[in-house]
């Protein structure tokens, strides 16, 4: 039986997706402190019953990390042993080609076969979400939970739009929602989206000849089952915080510490009075209780007068004597802070958070492909610089295409999908360590979106329809 032209591309795009992987699996990828305390963790849980660092007899619990992605590592190690990293890229790799599986799957039951294969040729040739399967940390997980929530979402509302609950694609939603919430704390961010979403759209759904309350109870049934499977796994997690550490932690500390250590906001707050580029958080916040942080690491905007920058270097002088901050110093960084943010206030709450979320969204990611963090010196790695241009405008391509497509109303979900965008850019506007990586997340979305852009499907439904029962002419 010899297969239609459509489904040689489909084959061919998923095999081009295996093909990178494995290139990019085969190629030495950056490595992360990270990695050791997420496999630490999780080691320790397996083998001494205590989640927590240290070794042997000499264990200290922690919950300064959640419990997914040290349980997988461990878990892989157990398994495979000596090749246990490798094994854990080979899952991963597996995951992310899912992943993009899915968003085809949901390009196809809202846009058109055309846009489907669009959607799985994004996903499949994405260098960004594939450079990260051959790298041991969240990231690569956590897109997959995204890709399943909003593919899982998408079934549910478009069986709510005919009437009907599908049970199992609530329970999968949930599911994926729990793993992301299980992986990061800031898998928080999908539950939300994905509960307001599904009690949205079904309510705004259901058939006309429905009353207000019948959709509205619709809505809330919809919802009380994925919230109760999202929310399950983390129940003994929270639980354990409690009875160990008396603290109600259902996720994980925002400055990931455990209670009771101390934490430097005063310097934090300072940084976010100017930190906007990865080499900000390379030089300076990576730095911090390790190395010294130079004073010419600092930009421009890190000062606003001459007496500003003096003052700023006794700070820092004061640091590197000790490469710690201690509370006197960390007060005194809060108080440096505060007059900044009293003099610029629409620097801090504005101007400075919309350029970092900027930079994170826009920058060519380079540190996934050890490429200088300063990729624009040409005179001193020519062949860095055009690789990182090159990865930026694909990038750009990427989101371009997607801002396009939610400007001109042709991203199905449109209030669900975009309102995980928003909420994932005001949390990063808040963070003093800006990394192109946590914007990783966004790009299921970003991939749906540039496929509606690419190849929309038809003229939209009524404003109560989901589905495109047309979808197929296009």
Same mark, same amino acid.
């Given at each position: 039986?010899?297969?239609? !032209?459509?489904?040689?591309?489909?084959?061919?795009?998923?095999?081009?997706?295996?093909?990178?992987?494995?290139?990019?699996?085969?190629? !030495?990828?950056?490595?992360?402190?990270? +990695?050791?305390?997420?496999?630490?963790?999780?080691?320790?849980?397996?083998?001494?019953?205590?989640?927590?660092?240290?070794?042997?007899?000499?264990?200290?619990?922690?919950?300064?990390?959640?419990?997914?992605?040290?349980?997988?590592?461990?878990?892989?190690?157990?398994?495979?042993?000596?090749?246990?990293?490798?094994?854990?890229?080979?899952?991963?790799?597996?995951?992310? /080609?899912?992943?993009?599986?899915?968003?085809?799957?949901?390009?196809?039951?809202?846009?058109?076969?055309?846009?489907?294969?669009?959607?799985?040729?994004?996903?499949?040739?994405?260098?960004? +979400?594939?450079?990260?399967?051959?790298?041991?940390?969240?990231?690569?997980?956590?897109?997959?939970?995204?890709?399943?929530?909003?593919?899982?979402?998408?079934?549910?509302?478009?069986?709510?739009?005919?009437?009907?609950?599908?049970?199992?694609?609530?329970?999968?939603?949930?599911? #994926? #929602?729990? /793993?992301?919430?299980?992986?990061?704390?800031?898998?928080?961010?999908?539950?939300?989206?994905?509960?307001?979403?599904?009690?949205?759209?079904?309510?705004?759904?259901?058939?006309?000849?429905?009353?207000?309350?019948?959709?509205?109870?619709?809505?809330?049934?919809?919802?009380?089952?994925?919230?109760?499977?999202?929310?399950?796994?983390?129940?003994?997690?929270?639980?354990?915080?409690?009875?160990?550490?008396?603290?109600?932690?259902?996720?994980?500390?925002?400055?990931?510490?455990?209670?009771?250590?101390?934490?430097?906001?005063?310097?934090?707050?300072?940084?976010? &009075?100017?930190?906007?580029?990865?080499?900000?958080?390379?030089?300076?916040?990576?730095?911090?209780?390790?190395?010294?942080?130079?004073?010419?690491?600092?930009?421009?905007? #890190?000062?606003?007068?001459?007496?500003?920058?003096?003052?700023?270097?006794?700070?820092?002088?004061?640091?590197?004597?000790?490469?710690?901050?201690?509370?006197?110093?960390?007060?005194?960084?809060?108080?440096?802070?505060?007059?900044?943010?009293? &003099?610029?206030?629409?620097?801090?709450?504005?101007?400075?958070?919309?350029?970092?979320?900027?930079?994170?969204?826009?920058?060519?990611?380079?540190?996934?492909?050890?490429?200088?963090?300063?990729?624009?010196?040409?005179?001193?790695?020519?062949?860095?610089?055009?690789?990182?241009?090159?990865?930026?405008?694909?990038?750009?391509?990427?989101?371009?295409?997607?801002?396009?497509?939610?400007?001109?109303?042709?991203?199905?979900?449109?209030?669900?999908?975009?309102?995980?965008?928003?909420?994932?850019?005001?949390?990063?506007? +808040?963070?003093?360590?800006?990394?192109?990586?946590? &914007?990783?997340?966004?790009?299921?979305?970003?991939?749906?979106?540039? #496929?509606?852009?690419?190849?929309?499907?038809?003229?939209?439904?009524?404003?109560?329809?989901?589905?495109?029962?047309?979808?197929?002419?296009?």
């Amino acid at each position: 039986m010899s297969l239609s !032209p459509s489904r040689k591309r489909w084959i061919l795009w998923i095999a081009a997706g295996v093909l990178l992987r494995l290139i990019l699996i085969a190629f !030495p990828r950056p490595s992360d402190d990270d +990695t050791g305390v997420y496999l630490e963790l999780g080691h320790n849980l397996l083998h001494h019953g205590v989640y927590g660092m240290g070794d042997g007899d000499d264990l200290t619990p922690s919950l300064f990390r959640l419990p997914g992605y040290p349980l997988f590592l461990a878990m892989i190690e157990q398994l495979f042993s000596g090749v246990w990293l490798n094994a854990v890229f080979v899952v991963q790799a597996a995951a992310d /080609l899912a992943g993009g599986l899915l968003l085809a799957a949901f390009a196809r039951r809202f846009l058109s076969r055309r846009a489907t294969e669009v959607a799985l040729a994004l996903a499949m040739l994405c260098p960004f +979400t594939a450079a990260y399967t051959g790298i041991a940390m969240t990231e690569c997980l956590s897109v997959f939970a995204i890709s399943l929530g909003v593919y899982a979402a998408g079934r549910a509302l478009a069986a709510a739009q005919a009437g009907s609950r599908d049970v199992w694609a609530l329970a999968l939603a949930g599911c #994926a #929602a729990g /793993l992301a919430m299980l992986l990061r704390p800031d898998g928080a961010l999908l539950f939300a989206v994905l509960a307001a979403g599904l009690f949205g759209y079904t309510v705004r759904t259901r058939s006309a000849s429905h009353g207000l309350r019948l959709r509205l109870r619709s809505g809330m049934a919809s919802t009380a089952l994925f919230c109760v499977v999202a929310l399950a796994p983390l129940a003994p997690w929270t639980v354990r915080n409690w009875t160990d550490f008396h603290v109600f932690e259902p996720l994980a500390p925002r400055h990931v510490n455990d209670p009771g250590e101390r934490v430097n906001l005063g310097f934090y707050r300072w940084m976010r &009075t100017w930190s906007v580029e990865y080499a900000s958080t390379g030089n300076v916040f990576w730095n911090v209780g390790s190395e010294n942080i130079e004073l010419g690491d600092l930009p421009a905007r #890190a000062f606003d007068s001459p007496q500003q920058r003096e003052q700023t270097r006794l700070l820092l002088n004061e640091y590197n004597r000790w490469n710690g901050i201690s509370p006197q110093l960390d007060d005194s960084f809060a108080a440096l802070a505060t007059e900044r943010i009293r &003099t610029h206030p629409l620097r801090y709450y504005l101007v400075v958070p919309m350029l970092r979320v900027a930079d994170m969204v826009l920058r060519p990611r380079t540190e996934a492909f050890y490429l200088d963090v300063d990729w624009w010196r040409w005179s001193e790695h020519p062949g860095q610089t055009i690789l990182a241009v090159l990865l930026g405008l694909i990038n750009l391509g990427y989101v371009g295409a997607a801002a396009w497509a939610f400007l001109r109303g042709r991203v199905p979900l449109a209030w669900m999908l975009g309102g995980y965008l928003l909420l994932r850019c005001l949390l990063l506007a +808040t963070m003093e360590n800006p990394e192109p990586r946590y &914007t990783l997340e966004c790009f299921p979305i970003l991939i749906v979106a540039a #496929a509606a852009a690419i190849a929309p499907g038809p003229k939209p439904a009524p404003r109560n329809a989901l589905t495109r029962p047309d979808a197929d002419h296009a």
